[in-house]
């Protein structure tokens, strides 16, 4: 389930993540990230995993896709989760992103992530 949280706002989008995120939960976010890029030219993007339990093989493929059409788009993105496999997935993708982009911030540090999304 994806949930978008009040503290949005501008370019910058906050995201709640639990359970198993589903091909169909794409076609919530998507759109909403795609209209902020058309607003604002950049966005970005504070992601928080609570009670993950990962993605259907299907969901994994449209995180492909939009990471590999928008990449440049998304001025940065925060990761802020509960479990070590959150902080090395995140760490993994580092390399594919420009430097300074993608950050991961344990669960008791949301207010730093924010803080740093904002800045």
Not at 25 to 31: K, S
Not at 63 to 91: L, Y
Request: aromatic share 12%; hydrophobic share 45%.
């Amino acid at each position: 389930m994806i949930e978008v949280l009040p503290e949005s706002s501008g370019k910058v989008v906050g995201l709640k993540i639990s359970g198993k995120l589903m091909h169909d939960d794409y076609h919530t976010f998507v759109p909403l990230l795609e209209q902020h890029i058309k607003d604002y030219g950049t966005v970005r993007v504070l992601v928080i995993f609570h009670d993950f339990v990962g993605l259907e093989a299907r969901a994994l493929w449209d995180e492909m896709k939009f990471d590999t059409n928008h990449c440049r788009d998304v001025e940065r993105c925060a990761i802020v989760g509960e479990t070590a496999w959150e902080a090395w997935s995140t760490k993994l993708a580092k390399p594919l992103f420009p430097k300074g982009m993608i950050n991961y911030f344990d669960s008791d540090r949301l207010a730093d992530a924010w803080q740093w999304i904002q800045q």
